[in-house]
């Protein structure tokens, strides 16, 4: 699959509005040629005394509707090329999403979310400036230093006058291209400092409550100071550049004024040339320069965000790291067992597996607990079930079918996760527990509410389920939150539940009796328990204890204690930590 980066699409689309507005621009500005041409030949005529009263009204009605006609198709000409700049940002920051919905947890792990916003706000932002206001200004600029070098040239002015006065102007160009790379280069590393800022404060304001906790703000606001200076020094440096730039141009500007009122000046007294004629030529020079001046800056514009286009297009040519198969066929985890043979597993860039050698089978409908200590590989296995990372190929099968060859769809579909720290979105609680099932019935969110235990805090809210968490609402308890996204688990029926450490956060009263509920909901339906205490898991029909990514121990709970072993021991030191808290 090849990318087609972001101007593609959006050019297919709208490149017939594009033609429009440059018509319309084109269009004024032959009609703004005329301007000086016109004055021209109404100062010959007031100085050769000819001039009637019939000629003032011709002449004035013809600027006006020099104005007029300037106005209209160039105001609409912009009015067009900034809609469609519009309708660019919609479109890219759709795509961008789109896009983003699809890269995997590792492409995650590695790019920050700071990172990601820049390309969201800054990039496209800075794109669309280039492309509609840079066209915008570009077409209109140089349809405008095209007819008033052509009306020059048709009008009587000498050639050499011209050349004269509009020498300087030629400059331009070349000051551009010397000083057009360094804008580019100490542009692309304010672009760098700020997302490094973003992603600081992005992951500073996540960590806001362990800050205030610890009492080390000052600290954090040094570092976030640091990054903010860094931005200073940069953008103090473009700033000096641009100034530059933007101060050159002008002069040269009038410096070519400067030539043609002295130039032409004396060509005029010597009588060279018509009065009517240096009027209109200094005109075109006045009218030349904010043409010239404007390229300038588009040139500007478009050095800053062709280093926003490129990052939009790699980023848009990255890969998902998961992929469907060319021969990917839906998988049915209600009847198919699960069998892991031989499954090693490393991260990428990690140097060593987390897991090793698994064999394992899970039939329908079992219940399987897993106990390790942390960073002893719980999660990673059960994220391959779900394919957030790929295993090797035949090392995980459901069915007949490796799990790389079923659908990504029927997979995440079958499977209910409910990770230890569920995240919960800024809306009701009722839309957070229908996450993946939009269209259900307020009686099923009720269940799922009851099973999860959740349902009577939720019911104490004055809103109750319509209750908003977050920004602009409030705020759960640990407890609360994991038993909330517990409940999203619950209402997706799954034909395989997934609790990774999932009741860690309650107390244990309440854990004994989710427990007991997912003993009686989950009756004949896949189950996979992953926690730290053994009374959450004991019930299972098996249980694997994992260590350093290796099955040491399997069996039902009562197997486990009777073997010597960590699950024992684990066991033990539970025990002896619930009997010294009832005081036995
Ligand atoms: N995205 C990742 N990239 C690289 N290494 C990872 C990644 N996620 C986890 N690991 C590493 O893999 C190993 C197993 O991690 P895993 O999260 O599976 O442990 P766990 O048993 O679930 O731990 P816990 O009980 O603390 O949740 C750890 O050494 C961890 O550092």
Same mark, same amino acid.
């Given at each position: ?18 033609? *429009? ?37 011709? #002449? ?24 469609? !700049?519009?309708?660019? &940002? ?63 040239? %048709? ?11 509009? !020498? ?75 100034? %530059? ?17 002295? #130039?032409?000046? #004396?060509?005029?007294?010597?009588? &060279? ?50 992929? &469907? ?51 002893? !590989? ?14 090797? *190929? ?13 659908? %990504? ?153 009777? &073997? ?21």
């Amino acid at each position: 699959m090849k990318s087609e980066g972001v101007l593609k699409p959006y050019f297919k689309q709208t490149w017939h509005i594009y033609l *429009a507005s440059v018509t319309l621009h084109a269009a004024a500005s032959i009609i703004f040629a005329y301007f000086p041409k016109v004055l021209g030949d109404f100062t010959d005529k007031l100085k050769s005394g000819v001039l009637g009263s019939h000629d003032v009204v011709h #002449y004035s009605v013809l600027l006006v509707l020099i104005g007029a006609g300037y106005a209209l198709l160039g105001g609409y000409g912009q009015y067009l090329v900034m809609y469609v !700049g519009r309708l660019f &940002e919609y479109m890219t920051r759709r795509r961008l999403f789109t896009h983003f919905s699809h890269l995997s947890e590792h492409y995650y792990s590695k790019n920050g979310v700071g990172k990601m916003l820049n390309y969201f706000m800054n990039d496209v932002t800075g794109v669309r400036e280039s492309i509609s206001m840079g066209i915008n200004q570009t077409a209109m600029a140089s349809m405008l230093l095209f007819s008033c070098v052509g009306a020059m040239i %048709l009008s009587d002015i000498p050639l050499y006058l011209i050349a004269a006065s509009v !020498g300087p102007l030629i400059l331009i160009p070349w000051i551009v291209i010397k000083i057009g790379p360094i804008i580019r280069q100490r542009s692309r590393k304010v672009q760098e400092s700020l997302g490094t800022m973003t992603e600081s404060a992005e992951e500073q304001f996540g960590g806001i409550r362990v800050t205030k906790k610890f009492a080390v703000e000052p600290i954090m606001i040094k570092r976030f100071g640091a990054y903010v200076d860094q931005i200073k020094t940069n953008q103090l440096s473009l700033v000096r550049i641009s100034s %530059l730039f933007q101060a050159i141009v002008p002069f040269l500007g009038n410096l070519s004024l400067i030539v043609s009122l002295a #130039y032409g000046g #004396y060509l005029t007294i010597k009588g &060279e040339i018509t009065l009517g004629n240096f009027v209109a030529l200094t005109l075109y020079v006045r009218m030349l320069m904010n043409p010239l001046q404007q390229i300038g800056n588009v040139i500007n514009t478009v050095q800053r965000s062709r280093a926003s286009l490129q990052r939009l297009n790699e980023l848009m040519a990255v890969q998902p790291d998961i992929v &469907e198969a060319d021969n990917a066929a839906a998988a049915n985890l209600a009847k198919s067992p699960i069998c892991i043979s031989d499954l090693t597993f490393t991260y990428p860039d990690a140097p060593q597996p987390a897991l090793r050698h698994i064999d394992l089978v899970i039939q329908p409908g079992m219940t399987l607990g897993i106990v390790g200590r942390t960073g002893s !590989g719980k999660t990673t296995l059960v994220k391959q079930l779900l394919r957030v990372y790929d295993p090797p *190929a035949d090392a995980i099968h459901i069915g007949a079918a490796d799990i790389r060859e079923v659908t %990504l769809e029927s997979l995440r579909n079958q499977i209910a996760y409910v990770p230890q720290d569920g995240f919960l979105f800024s809306t009701s609680i009722r839309e957070n527990i229908a996450f993946a099932r939009r269209q259900a019935r307020q009686s099923d969110v009720d269940s799922a509410a009851k099973q999860a235990r959740i349902y009577d805090n939720i019911s104490e809210f004055p809103e109750g389920f319509e209750t908003k968490l977050g920004e602009r609402g409030i705020t759960l308890s640990g407890g609360q939150r994991q038993r909330t996204s517990l409940a999203r688990g619950f209402i997706m029926q799954a034909p395989l539940m997934i609790l990774d450490d999932s009741v860690s956060a309650v107390d244990a009263v309440t854990e004994s009796e989710i427990v007991h509920t997912i003993q009686q909901e989950r009756q004949g339906k896949t189950t996979i328990i992953i926690a730290h205490r053994i009374s959450a898991l004991k019930h299972a029909d098996l249980i694997i204890v994992l260590n350093e990514g290796e099955i040491v121990q399997r069996g039902k709970h009562e197997e486990l204690l009777a &073997e010597p072993g960590p699950y024992a021991e684990l066991h033990a030191i539970q025990e002896e930590g619930s009997q010294y808290a009832s005081g036995h």
